[in-house]
């Protein structure tokens, strides 16, 4: 059960309504907070972080740390409670003389034994909170080499919060993959000897090669033998590390293994007694990393492929239309290489994004590119046509670009090719406009040309050849309608054709 109904204050919103705290007292706090979980672990204990309120009158609970190595002493959530100066005498005492407050006796609280040490967080000459260290008795067993390592290691940490000189500053890289006291465990005296290795450690260096027991070896050493010159960090990074003189995290490893290894330099009263260092295996994230990074080139080098072969196809058809003879061969080559270059397009636009979706003005706009130069290789017999977008495309499913790029590219071919090849207005520029119109979820396309207009007697439906059944073909699958008609027949003023095209923006979408 809460105590408080409502939303549970956050630290700086405690500091600001009942403390004096400045903005580097908080930083100090954060940092704290950032590194506690390795306390309460080490403690088998709960953490609870108490800031003194500016009057004097208690203290407010505003940080809570269950340990994951043990039982919680505090089944509720304290967060956001306060509690008045008298009522609990190791926080007054610890505030008072700025020295950490133990008490013999047990509280008892809810039929549970709790232990209860108040630390003093002391940030440069101020005692700028309380941490509350609550160990439930009824987890506490004779303690094995394990625990008195741990319990020996959290009391210097916590002198250490006592006289100011942890957390340390800006240490972190902040790796998501920090290593916590579980993973493995490992103290090293002042020389940098390992006097202790927990269980997980020496998993962790049995994995990276290590056969004999850790204790009594050189860690910097023991770690250099291992693992390969190219695949460790500087000398100065691992003796630092590893010899647990320089609190930071480096990432290790050999064929065997990839380690993040953390240090933590103790000096419970100001000098260096030696260090905790966590490790953690990542090697399994690592492979996985690495294969991820492998599929994305794999992808990559695919896609590269499969652009440079469509090129190499168009290439091919293009040499072979220079070399035939008769002009509708040298004109159906050209064709096909034009079509094979419009997949090109598309091709590349979707290789650059893993998107389902594709923005396609900027594909459209290089298939008029495309299509205008091939026209102008064939001499279209108007001088010049321009060929201009008006409106947007917008996004629309990358399924439906591929089909829609080869409609586009038939039917402005067609203006090209046919709208102006009267041969009887030279002096006249031709224009072929395309609308473009996306709105829920449907497309609309509509290609304009101000040219001679349909032949006489068109029929759609009837026609066999083959830019128009590939148009008809493709807007079928894409649920689409298609519509050519000449401007005049539509009641326009103008002469020439217009191509209305209308799809679902996705396919199988509505
Ligand atoms: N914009 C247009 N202006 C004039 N005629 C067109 C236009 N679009 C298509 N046509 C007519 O439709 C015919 C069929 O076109 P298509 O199926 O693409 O075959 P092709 O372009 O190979 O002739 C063309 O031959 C042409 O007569
Ligand atoms: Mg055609």
């Known amino acids: ?94 505030l008072r003389d700025g020295r950490i407050a133990r008490e013999g006796d047990p509280e008892w609280r809810d039929d549970v034994p709790v232990r209860v040490e108040a630390i003093p967080v002391r940030r440069g000459s101020r005692i700028i909170a309380l941490v509350a260290r609550n160990t439930n008795l009824h987890g506490v067993r004779t303690p ?37 006291v579980g993973d493995g465990f490992i103290r090293v005296d002042a020389a940098g000897r390992v006097t202790y290795a927990s269980p997980n450690a020496m998993s962790v260096y049995r994995k990276l090669g290590q056969t004999t027991d850790l204790t009594g070896q050189h860690l910097a050493e023991v770690t250099r033998a291992l693992v390969p010159a190219a695949l460790r960090p500087d000398e100065e990074s691992i003796s630092a590390v590893l010899g647990g003189r320089m609190p ?3 990432e290790i490893g050999n064929r065997n293994g990839t380690v993040i290894v953390r ?38 080098e695919i896609h590269h492929r ?4 469509l090129q190499t196809v168009a290439a091919l058809l293009r040499l072979q239309a220079r070399r035939i003879g008769s002009t509708s ?85 067609n203006a090209m090719e046919h709208a102006f090849a009267g041969g009887s207005t030279d002096s006249r520029v031709g224009t072929v406009e395309v609308r473009a119109r996306n709105a829920d979820g449907r497309l609309e396309v509509t290609v304009v040309d101000d040219g001679v207009g349909l032949p006489e007697g068109f029929d ?14 493709l807007v079928g699958e894409l649920s689409g309608t298609l519509r050519i008609a000449r401007r005049a027949d539509d009641g326009e003023q103008a002469s020439g054709t217009i191509v209305e095209l209308a799809m679902p923006t996705r396919a199988g979408g509505s």
């Open 460 to 473: 759609l439906a009837a026609s066999s050849s083959l830019g128009l059944s590939i148009v008809r073909t």
């Open 144 to 180: 094995s080499r394990l625990e008195l390592a741990y319990l020996q290691t959290a009391s210097e940490l916590t002198q250490m919060i006592a006289h100011g000189s942890f957390p340390y500053r800006g240490q972190r890289s902040d790796h998501a993959d920090s290593p916590r």
């Open 1 to 94: 059960m809460h105590p408080y109904p409502w939303v549970v204050p956050t630290l700086p919103e405690l500091a600001r309504d009942h403390t004096d705290l400045g903005s580097d007292d908080l930083a100090w706090l954060a940092l704290l907070q950032a590194d506690w979980q390795i306390i309460a672990d080490l403690s088998f204990a709960d953490l609870v972080l108490w800031l003194p309120d500016r009057d004097g009158t208690g203290y407010w609970a505003a940080g809570q740390m269950r340990p994951t190595t043990g039982p919680t002493a505090l089944v509720d959530d304290v967060v956001g409670t306060f509690v008045a100066t008298g009522r609990r005498s190791l926080l007054d005492a610890a």
């Open 306 to 309: 499969v652009k440079n072969n």
């Open 263 to 300: 240090s933590i330099p103790l000096r419970p009263t100001g000098e260096h007694v030696g260090a905790l260092i966590l490790l953690r295996d990542v090697t399994d994230l690592r492979s996985r990393d690495r294969e991820l990074v492998t599929k994305d080139a794999t992808i990559r």
């Open 329 to 413: 061969g040298r004109e159906a080559l050209e064709e096909a290489v034009r079509r094979v270059g419009a997949i090109a397009v598309v091709h590349e636009t979707l290789s650059q994004t893993y998107e389902e979706e594709v923005e396609f003005d900027a594909v459209a706009d290089q298939l008029l590119g495309l299509v205008s130069e091939v026209g102008a290789h064939e001499g279209t017999q108007a001088g010049s046509v321009r060929l201009r977008r008006t409106g947007s495309f917008g996004t629309i499913g990358s399924d439906v670009a591929t089909p829609l790029a080869m409609v586009l590219t038939e039917v402005l071919q």
């Open 248 to 250: 930071r995290d480096t």
